[in-house]
């Protein structure tokens, strides 16, 4: 296993080295999104500089050269997460995006009044809010997977609630607000004995632990770059050849079509069929970039790292009586949500960012779940790779100078 060296880590994210409100910046919001390695802002800045074109059946070098470093963050993004063919990644704008296409591509055409669509209670809104748009135009029925007070999901209610009458079952991988890890493999072995298709939202997995969409034997993954260090405004989902193939496009426009006429239209083959219009090329330059550099790393020695950076804040705010976290699942990630006495969350925040403490405040697109704990929000830290056990000391001194101010 090779070293993980995290202070030579932090060299590679610039960001880190400025200062807000005259401290040092702990930046403690890697769920909400990560910092970019400075091989993903100079492979980006590469490309403007030297390759900008536009992709795909362009004849000339730059287009070729554009094509091919585009491509190659699918080509990384299907080695990452162990898909069979690069075909079966589909870029989108986000893990969002990649959720509401197999809302309206895949089901709206299989699911009617009496069917049912299952999701659990620790969902984010785009895992919620678009299953609840087509219950509202189908007549299905949308039913809730419930969790306990820990954060887990009870999985002998969810075998109560498998039945023919089921067409998709959608869950988080790694909560964005508890930082559980869901048992997703077997949560898809459950479902394999009713043929349920199951769609995993993995977009706070990825930065944090090895995928393999073969090995969870999923139907639909969906993932986002700038949750693992890369750009913004690109996404992408998996699925197998024959599912895609079965599945009509989404949008329409360029790119997605093979022949078009005013009397009909063929589509292109995969992945182009649900990739309309000009796509977010710098951002797969940028996602081929990120990827490269946490293999680079060791996904394991990134996981490791984040585990030790996770126990010892866990400690360090149990040491704390106005703390109380919300989520303590036995398996988690590296969040950890919690509550300050009677200070809103919103105000903490504010106090801690004066003493460079950057975390998140809010519901976290999870009202459901924050309602569950009887809390309108929570504080959130979230833990990325290179994170440190000497800024957690730091974070735990900036609350405790809140403290002093209530």
Partial sequence: MKSFDVNRVREDFPVLSRTVHGKPLVYFDTAASAQRPLAVIEATDRFYRQFN?????????????????????RRN??????????REVVFTRGTTEAINLVANSYLRP??????????????HHSNIVPWQMLRDATGAELKIIPINQRGDLLLDELEGMLSERVKLLAMVHVSNAMGTINPVAEVCRMAKKYDIPVLIDGAQALPHTKVDVQEIGCTFYCCSAHKMYGPTG???????????????PWQG???MIEKVTFEKTTWNRLPSK?????????????????????EGLG??????????????????MGELEEVRIIGTAANKAGVISFTFGDVHPHDLGTIIDHYGIAIRTGH????????????????RASFGMYNTAEEVDDFIDALLKAREMF
Avoid at 365 to 376: N, S
Wanted: proline share 5%; aromatic share 8%.
């Fill in 53 to 73: 074109a536009n992709v795909h059946r362009g004849v000339h070098t730059l287009s070729q050269e554009a094509t091919d470093l585009y491509e190659q963050g």
């Fill in 77 to 86: 993004v299907a080695g990452y997460i162990n898909a069979p063919s690069e």
């Fill in 110 to 123: 299989k699911i009617g009044p009496g069917d049912e669509i299952l999701i659990t209670h620790m969902e």
């Fill in 234 to 248: 690109i996404g992408a989902l998996w699925a197998g050849e024959e599912t895609l193939d079965a599945m009509p």
């Fill in 253 to 255: 426009g360029g790119e």
């Fill in 274 to 294: 649900f990739e309309a219009g000009t796509p977010n090329i710098a951002g797969g330059v940028g996602w081929a970039a990120a990827v490269e550099y946490m």
């Fill in 299 to 316: 996904v394991e020695n990134i996981a490791a790292h984040e585990h030790e950076v996770l126990e010892y804040a866990t400690r360090r």
């Fill in 364 to 379: 976290h697109c999870t009202m459901p779940l924050m309602q569950f704990f009887g809390v309108p929000a929570t504080a």
